[in-house]
Nanobody, 123 residues
Framework: EVQLVESGGGLVQAGGSLRLSCAAS????????IGWFRQAPGKAREGVSY????????YYEDSVKGRFTISSDYAKNTVYLQLNSLKPEDTAVYFC????????????????WGQGTQVTVSS
């Protein structure tokens, strides 16, 4: 059974940090790119950051560039998203997704999705 399980969300003050984890199982981790997306209340889901674990290539949306860092741990089949300098507008449910041959915000190209983890940033 394919599973993506996010964790690490929580409540943090503006300027604070969190580290989100996306633990993958049930598929060959190396064959899939992993993307982080988020959905704020009343807004459409949007892409945040993406990584290709096989070669380490990464990409960030402008809204998080310089503040968020994506990384992967092959041994643990886990992708991390380090969130620094958090702002209230970063408040959202954060999802990870896995897709083959995709590295970007193309939601339809992702095959598997997690259930999400809530990040709330207070001002």
């Amino acid at each position: 059974e394919v599973q993506l399980v996010e964790s690490g969300g929580g409540l943090v003050q503006a300027g604070g940090s969190l580290r989100l984890s996306c633990a993958a199982s049930g598929f060959t981790f190396d064959d899939y790119a992993i993307g982080w997306f988020r959905q704020a209340p009343g807004k459409a889901r949007e892409g945040v950051s993406y990584i290709n674990p096989s070669d380490g290539s990464t990409y960030y949306e402008d809204s998080v560039k310089g503040r968020f860092t994506i990384s992967s741990d092959y041994a643990k089949n886990t992708v991390y998203l380090q969130l620094n300098s958090l702002k209230p507008e970063d408040t959202a449910v954060y999802f990870c997704a896995a897709g083959m041959n995709v590295l970007g915000p193309f939601e339809d190209e992702y095959n598997y999705w997690g259930q999400g983890t809530q990040v709330t940033v207070s001002s």
